[in-house]
């Protein structure tokens, strides 16, 4: 079983800001992940044209892998600094405009429309702001919430579902005395308790 000093700790919002603006993102992929490759097929199941989710999305490059194929791509992350670094590291222009439900959060968003990435908290989010999504790219988000609050987490993201969409999940699998994390290490038997 997971040892308390990983299921006890926490990483405020305020401390990933701080990594993007030190350049401790040794978790950014500059050429993209290569399970989104091997496993897209099973992502996007023959259908073209998807909403696709990128929880806790930081500046993957993968968005744009997937807007670049036709699909419509919409992202979270609390570092603002990471939204303008995708849209810089791309060539992309985008606007900026607030999200009316929260206060604080801000939605950018790419001028051809096809990636909406929105600055705030995940659990700001509802389908009431975000609408559902055929599928969801979770790398670096589920083993990067804080133990505590995986429960809540997965609860959202059943709610930003719909009915026949796939969801791949990137883990990482290691000894969780050895490194307190992020990302931390989510045993396969508590990621099928967590998603039922
Ligand atoms: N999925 C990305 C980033 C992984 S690192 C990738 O594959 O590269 C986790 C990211 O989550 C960080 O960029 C951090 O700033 C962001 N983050 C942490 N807590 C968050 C929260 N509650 N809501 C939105 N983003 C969050």
Redesign the pocket.
């Given at each position: 079983s997971e040892p308390g000093r990983q299921r006890d700790r926490v990483?405020t919002?305020e401390e990933?800001?701080q990594?993007?603006a030190a350049g401790n993102?040794g978790?950014?992929?500059e050429h993209g992940?290569p399970l989104l490759q091997k496993y897209l097929d099973v992502l996007l199941n023959g259908r073209s044209g998807l909403r696709i989710f990128?929880?806790?999305?930081?500046?993957?490059v993968?968005m744009k892998w997937l807007a670049d194929m036709g699909h419509s791509v919409v992202g979270?992350?609390?570092?603002e600094q990471?939204l303008k670094e995708f849209f810089a590291e791309h060539n992309l222009s985008y606007c900026e405009e607030p999200v009316p439900e929260i206060s604080g959060a801000k939605k950018l968003q790419s001028t051809s429309g096809n990636i909406s990435l929105y600055c705030?908290?995940?659990?700001d989010l509802s389908s009431s702001i975000i609408g559902k999504f055929d599928g969801v790219w979770?790398?670096?988000?589920l083993v990067?919430?804080n133990p505590r609050?995986r429960q809540r987490y997965v609860n959202l993201m059943t709610t930003l579902m719909e009915k026949n969409s796939s969801y791949l999940l990137v883990t990482v699998s290691y000894d969780p005395n050895k490194h307190k994390g992020?990302?931390f290490y989510v045993p396969e038997s508590e990621i099928k308790s967590l998603f039922g």
């Amino acid at each position: 079983s997971e040892p308390g000093r990983q299921r006890d700790r926490v990483v405020t919002e305020e401390e990933w800001l701080q990594k993007w603006a030190a350049g401790n993102t040794g978790f950014h992929k500059e050429h993209g992940h290569p399970l989104l490759q091997k496993y897209l097929d099973v992502l996007l199941n023959g259908r073209s044209g998807l909403r696709i989710f990128f929880p806790l999305c930081g500046k993957a490059v993968e968005m744009k892998w997937l807007a670049d194929m036709g699909h419509s791509v919409v992202g979270v992350e609390v570092s603002e600094q990471a939204l303008k670094e995708f849209f810089a590291e791309h060539n992309l222009s985008y606007c900026e405009e607030p999200v009316p439900e929260i206060s604080g959060a801000k939605k950018l968003q790419s001028t051809s429309g096809n990636i909406s990435l929105y600055c705030c908290s995940i659990y700001d989010l509802s389908s009431s702001i975000i609408g559902k999504f055929d599928g969801v790219w979770d790398r670096g988000a589920l083993v990067a919430v804080n133990p505590r609050d995986r429960q809540r987490y997965v609860n959202l993201m059943t709610t930003l579902m719909e009915k026949n969409s796939s969801y791949l999940l990137v883990t990482v699998s290691y000894d969780p005395n050895k490194h307190k994390g992020p990302p931390f290490y989510v045993p396969e038997s508590e990621i099928k308790s967590l998603f039922g």
